[in-house]
Structure formats: structure tokens, C-alpha cells
């Protein structure tokens, strides 16, 4: 009995060898993310790997981080430079400062980045966001970002979304930002 037919057989043995070999550099930054308390998103699938049992064996890119509620620190962001294709990295209540910004500028593909209470970042940091040219949504609530930032985030011309609730920006800033981003949905 046949169980295949050759045009099968032949794509299935395609397949296997389309996963290619893994890019050490984002295995380390999969291990780093778990190692953290994260968890991550493949590129193509929808739920998140919660263990180093779940890494993909070949050939594999991030598409979302996760690191919420984890405090992490400037330092913890450097393996995950090598995340080119990422689009979206949650790091709510971190410990990163604006220096630690400066790590963001390798991810030229993000799309949603939420900073929610990271409580280091100051209108400073601001200036790392710039070289972010697919951001669309920023969260950026309960930080130490006041009007000193607004330059930096009027840069920001492909935003949808910006979240600002807790922050000291003025009604004069939130005007400013409101009438040089438009068609972004800034929120205070």
C-alpha cells in the first residue's frame, strides 16, 4: 500500500531542508529572553515559548518579546540586538534608562514598543526612537518624559498610537503633539 505519492515525498524532504541551520545569535537571544522570565513569539505562529524546550531547531525569527513586569536592566537588552526582524517589544515596568535606549536603535523593524512604567527613561532617551522608521504604537505612560522629549517623538511621523498618561507633559505639549503628529491617536 502507498502511502505517499513522490510529488509529497519530494516536498516534504524540501521542507526539512528549508529550515536551514539556526542563527546562533538568535538562539541566544531566545535563551536570553527565558532566561529573563520572558517569553517570546516566533515569526508565523501565534503563541508564545515559555521554555528552551520550545526553541525551533533550525532556522527561526522573533516577531514579539515579552518581558513585562521583569525589571530588566540596560544591560539585558545587548543579546537581543541580533533581533533584527522583531516588531514587537513589551518591557513594562523595566529598569532601563535612557542610555539603555540606545539598545532599541537594532530594531529597525518594531512596530509596538511599550515602556509602560519604566521609570528611568527620561526625555533623554527620547532620541534612540528616531532611528525607528516602522514604529506605530509607543507606550510611553507613567515615565519621566515631560515636553523636553516632544521633539523627538514629532520624528516619529509613521506613529498611530502614543500612550502619555502619568508623564509631565503639559496640555501645551500634548497640543504641540496632537497638531504635529496627525493621524496618531495620542493619548494622556
Known amino acids: 500500500m502507498r502511502c505517499f505519492g513522490w510529488g509529497t515525498l519530494c516536498l516534504m524532504l524540501f ?52 518581558l513585562n513586569g521583569l525589571k530588566v536592566r540596560d544591560e539585558q537588552l545587548v543579546p537581543l540586538q541580533s533581533l533584527t526582524s522583531l516588531e514587537e517589544l513589551h518591557v513594562e515596568d523595566s529598569y532601563l534608562t535612557d542610555d539603555g535606549m540606545a539598545h532599541l536603535q537594532a530594531f529597525k523593524s518594531l512596530q509596538d514598543l511599550d515602556l509602560h512604567k519604566s521609570l528611568y527613561i527620561t526625555d533623554k532617551g527620547l532620541e534612540s526612537l528616531k532611528t525607528l522608521p516602522k514604529l506605530t504604537k509607543l507606550e510611553l505612560s507613567y515615565t519621566r518624559i515631560g515636553d523636553g522629549g516632544i521633539d523627538a517623538l514629532l520624528t516619529l511621523k509613521q ?29 494622556k
Open 15 to 66: 521542507c526539512l531542508g528549508c529550515s536551514g541551520k539556526p542563527d546562533p545569535a538568535v538562539t541566544a537571544a531566545a535563551e536570553q529572553v527565558l532566561k529573563l522570565g520572558g517569553t517570546f513569539i516566533v515569526q508565523g505562529y501565534t503563541v508564545p515559548i515559555k521554555t528552551a524546550a520550545k526553541i525551533p531547531p533550525g532556522k527561526f525569527s522573533i516577531q514579539t518579546v515579552h
Open 159 to 187: 506613529l498611530k498610537t502614543l500612550h502619555l498618561s502619568g508623564t509631565k507633559v503639559t496640555p501645551a505639549g500634548l497640543k504641540k503633539l496632537k497638531d504635529g503628529l496627525r493621524g496618531c491617536e495620542v493619548l
